[in-house]
Every structure is written in C-alpha cells, then in structure tokens.
DNA sequence: TATTGTTATACTCTATAACTATA
DNA sequence: TATAGTTATAGAGTATAACAATA
C-alpha cells in the first residue's frame, strides 16, 4: 500500500458514509436501526440462535436480548425453541419481518439509483467487478484446496 | 436502474459495511464513536458553529451539545465565542485531537490494506475512477456554468 | 463445570420540548 | 421576533457482571 491510494481510500470511505446515510435514513422512516436492519437481513434466508447472531454482528449476546426484545414486541421476529439443545433460543423473522425487509430493500434500490445512473452499464459492470474480491475474503488457509506438487 | 445492478448495490453495501466496520473498531479503541471519528475528521481542516456541524452531520444541535461535551472534556475539542455574532459558539479541535485524528487515518488505512491489496495497482487506480462519480453530487441547476446558446 | 441466554446497571447517542441569551 | 445553544427528559444501543437453566 503506498500513499498513492489516498484517492481510493477516499472514495471508499465517501461511499460507505452514502450507502450507511441512505440506509439510516431508510430505517429511520421504520424505526429500525441500522443493526435491526443488518438483522432482518442476515435472517431474511434462515433462522439463528442468539450467540451465533451475535457473533455475526460483533455485538455482546446480552445487546442480542435487548435487540431481539424490541423487534419481536412489534411482530418483527420471532424466538423458538431448539429441539436439539434446551439452552439455545432461535430468532426467526415473521412474515410481517420479511414484508419490511422486502420494502428497505426496493427503497435502497431507488436511493443508490441516482449515484449508480452517473455511470453507464460498462462502467457499472467494472465496478461491481473490482468491488467483488475487495469484499470477498480469501479463503482460510485450512480451508484451500492443497496445492499439487 | 435494472437488476443487472443487483451485484452492484451488493457490493456497495458490502464494502460499506466492512469500512465502517473497522472504523467502528478503530474508534472503539480510542473510545470514540463513529459520530465522534466524523467530527474529528469534519474539523481536522477548520473551524464550525455548532448548528453548522449539526447540519453537516445530519443531527439536531442538542445532540452536538452532548457530543461536543465529551470531546471537550477528554480534550479534543475546544468552544470558542465567536468575535462577530455573541449567540454563536464555535468549535474546534485542540493539538491532542488533531494527533488522534492523524493516528485514525493511519490505522484505517492499514485495516483496509490487506482488502485493497487484492487489486494490482492498475484496477485500484480504476476503482478510484469509478468510485468518484457516484460520490460526487452532480451541481445544483443554479450553480452550473450556463449552457452556450 | 461449561455453555446459552436473560437481567441489572451504567454510559453514549439520539430527538423533542422548554429554556436563556443575543440579534 | 427570530436565531444559536444548552438543558431536561426519554428511548434505543452498547458492554460488563451476575444470574438461571441446561448440557
């Protein structure tokens, strides 16, 4: 990394703070934050123990509780039993979670529209390109397949 | 806007997420939040009023105050009166928070590295080409050169 | 004993409403 | 009267520590 990559940076940054402002403001129209966004839709494709969810987002099991609290009090989500193990709760959303999960959804697409409209299909096409294996971590070391020799 | 653009939006919020996710950790470690690193990065370059800040942050003045509270009282920010209007306060940062300031930038700058480095030097280039227009705001109607007739 | 979750507590961030001081 | 800031209050998000239930 040289210094060289200031513009980048920058513009990493620049990004993030106008995909987060579209999506706080998305929320806030909900009263969702933005973890009970990351929520919905880290549950939006399966069910999740508490520990697990909180691992995911960084944040202590007893914040989960709080978290969980709130969006199962306004018919969000949803805890269930394990019947493998009596210790663990599952989180799920409820069809209502995943109504409004649908709808932030479509009005991101429509937030980000006029951004990603300053660039025409072949550029938006290179950028979804040298996005994809900045965010996509390289596979553990164990997790590779051997190298042949 | 289509849904060839599904990949995109992905990988914006995605990088998204994962800069302010080591911005959150970063901040954590100075015990700052991602509000406070804004401010500091908001007046590494100058000095602001109060509400100036608060419009620039997208927070009611009342929040400021807090905000400005605990900054001022770990020492890096200062108020200041200001000479030409006596309701103003203007805010501003001390010595200590510009060096807080500068160890930041150095430490996000090494968090994204490892990401950043997965491109030869070639496509970061373009990357920062692309990046640029969608984080700059087309001017406003008022403020264009007016078109040649 | 170790693991899974919840509860109690405390602090930060946030907005709204009421207030003070200045213009 | 209008504007700039602060304070009081209340709710959400967060972590730490202590706890209950299950493995």
């Given at each position: 990394?040289?210094?060289?990559?200031?513009?980048?940076?920058?513009?990493?940054?620049?990004?993030?703070?106008?995909?987060?402002?579209?999506?706080?403001?998305?929320?806030?129209?909900?009263?969702?934050?933005?973890t009970q966004?990351r929520v919905l839709?880290i549950l939006?494709?399966?069910r999740a123990r508490m520990t697990e969810l909180a691992?995911?987002l960084?944040l202590?099991k007893s914040t989960l509780s709080g978290l969980v609290d709130r969006a199962e009090r306004r018919g969000l989500l949803a805890r269930g039993?394990?019947?493998?193990?009596?210790?663990?709760v599952d989180v799920f959303m409820t069809?209502?979670g995943?109504?409004?999960?649908?709808?932030?959804?479509?009005?991101?697409?429509?937030?980000?529209?006029?951004?990603?409209?300053?660039?025409?299909?072949?550029?938006?096409?290179?950028?979804?390109?040298?996005?994809?294996?900045?965010?996509?971590?390289?596979?553990?070391?164990?997790?590779?397949?051997?190298?042949?020799?």
């Amino acid at each position: 990394m040289t210094s060289d990559d200031d513009a980048l940076i920058d513009g990493l940054v620049r990004s993030a703070f106008q995909v987060m402002g579209a999506l706080t403001r998305i929320g806030a129209e909900h009263d969702l934050s933005l973890t009970q966004l990351r929520v919905l839709g880290i549950l939006r494709d399966r069910r999740a123990r508490m520990t697990e969810l909180a691992a995911h987002l960084g944040l202590d099991k007893s914040t989960l509780s709080g978290l969980v609290d709130r969006a199962e009090r306004r018919g969000l989500l949803a805890r269930g039993r394990n019947p493998g193990d009596g210790r663990v709760v599952d989180v799920f959303m409820t069809p209502a979670g995943h109504e409004l999960a649908e709808r932030v959804e479509e009005q991101l697409r429509r937030a980000l529209a006029p951004a990603i409209e300053r660039l025409d299909r072949g550029r938006r096409d290179d950028l979804a390109g040298l996005l994809e294996p900045l965010v996509t971590p390289p596979l553990p070391v164990e997790a590779r397949p051997a190298p042949r020799r």
